[in-house]
């Protein structure tokens, strides 16, 4: 398996960073190819401008979901844009990881979606969810947080951690047409001690090596929508956002 991990934590000392040494360790050991986007380490620029294209279909008004498509059908991506869109066709599975940051991932990975989901790649055309411009690939999140689990819970604090994630389980990853597999959440890192890190380092590494076998979440089909964008009338919500249930919590 071709696996793309999409990092971002600035500090090479985090739990992050061990999550990361995990997971490369443990695919690379199972003998599946690792490729890492570690986005600080690159600088990667997350600012979607009109810089990301060497020619322009609308010169005048920069319409930045028309340009990626037309700079990507010529050819006129900026080269970190296009160098990641490579890693991106060439994976098997991705993995985003990051530490959750305001009920999201940091800006940097924001940019990355941005700049690299390009129109005409990852979307656009008639192609989302079970038709994205991604399908047939697999993807998680993998990521860590400072609150205890209890306050994930549907009446805690925050709120439904299923529900904090829907932007980009469904939103990034399934609307692309990734099949989305659960996520991998290690709780309040920074207030458990180095055992409790290290049960977690365990859990994950056990968890990727299982992960061939594992069964997707569900999102609804194209086909459970009807004309006016709303799940057909006798369709049965089934997933999180449109009112279904909860993620198995691994």
């Not at 991990?5 to 600035?10: E, L, N, S, T």
């Not at 609804?220 to 999180?240: E, I, Q, T, Y």
């Amino acid at each position: 398996m071709k696996v793309l991990i999409v990092y971002a934590h600035p500090e090479r000392k985090s739990f992050n960073a061990a999550m990361l040494a995990c997971a490369r360790e443990t695919l690379e050991r199972a003998g599946h190819e690792v490729r890492v986007s570690d986005l600080y380490a690159q600088n990667f620029d997350p600012v979607a401008s009109d810089r990301d294209f060497s020619g322009r279909r609308f010169p005048d008004h920069l319409q930045y979901d028309r340009e990626q498509k037309h700079a990507r059908a010529h050819d006129l991506l900026a080269p970190d844009i296009q160098a990641e869109i490579e890693k991106l066709l060439w994976c098997d599975f991705l993995i985003l990881q990051f530490p959750l940051w305001w009920f999201s991932v940091p800006a940097i990975m924001k940019g990355w979606f941005d700049r690299v989901l390009v129109n005409g790649v990852a979307y656009g055309a008639g192609m989302r969810y079970d038709t994205g411009g991604l399908r047939g690939r697999r993807a998680m999140i993998a990521t860590s947080t400072a609150a205890y689990p209890d306050m994930c819970a549907p009446d805690g604090l925050v709120g439904d951690l299923d529900v904090i994630l829907w932007p980009l389980q469904n939103g990034t990853l399934a609307y692309t047409g990734f099949d989305v597999l659960a996520p991998f959440v290690a709780h309040s890192v920074n207030y458990v001690d180095a055992a409790r890190r290290e049960s977690y380092l365990r859990d994950y590494a056990a968890r990727l090596g299982g992960i061939a076998g594992e069964r997707p979440m569900f999102f609804h089909p194209l086909s459970d929508f009807g004309p006016n964008w709303r799940l057909k009338p006798g369709v049965r919500p089934g997933a999180v956002g449109q009112g279904g249930g909860r993620t198995p919590r691994v």
